[in-house]
């Protein structure tokens, strides 16, 4: 413990969503596709709400979000995501011919050399379904 924080670890939380995002994305096709109603969607050239301020949307999108937790370990909220979603792999190669698709997960760190790692049986789920892996990785410890 170094100045009030620990060193090494898991991660101290995970966001995980399913994305899908493209030129001609409609929202509610995705949605009768997938049977889920997603955490955010938007038509490209559709004015929404971002926070404070109002934007253009530059491309169709649609998501599928789990609740933030500091409970999930990465590969479990993987997991749990992709189950709430047909498995139909059909299904997921016809959305990655034609759209960009993704399991997107922020990484929340709040000391330095945290880490974790995605069983092989994730990994497949994720390969089975084409869908890439994004990371975004946020570092809140010391400088």
């Not at 955010?40 to 929404?48: D, H, P, S, T």
């Not at 993704?102 to 760190?109: E, K, M, T």
């Not at 069983?119 to 975004?136: C, F, H, M, N, S």
């Amino acid at each position: 413990m170094e100045d009030g924080f620990v060193v090494g670890g898991e991660l101290d939380r995970v966001e995980v969503s399913v994305r899908i995002a493209g030129e001609t994305l409609e929202p509610d096709r995705i949605t009768r596709m997938l049977g889920v109603r997603p955490t955010f969607a938007a038509r490209k050239g559709e004015i929404i709400q971002r926070g404070t301020r109002t934007v253009t949307q530059r491309i169709g999108i649609w998501s599928y979000a789990l609740p933030a937790s500091r409970e999930w370990v990465l590969g479990d909220a993987i997991r749990t995501l992709l189950e709430q979603l047909p498995a139909d792999p059909a299904l997921w190669e016809a959305l990655a011919s034609e759209f960009a698709t993704d399991v997107f997960c922020g990484l929340f760190l709040s000391s330095m050399n945290r880490g974790t790692e995605l069983p092989v049986e994730t990994l497949a789920l994720l390969a089975e379904r084409q869908l890439k892996l994004g990371l975004d990785i946020y570092a809140h410890g010391p400088e």
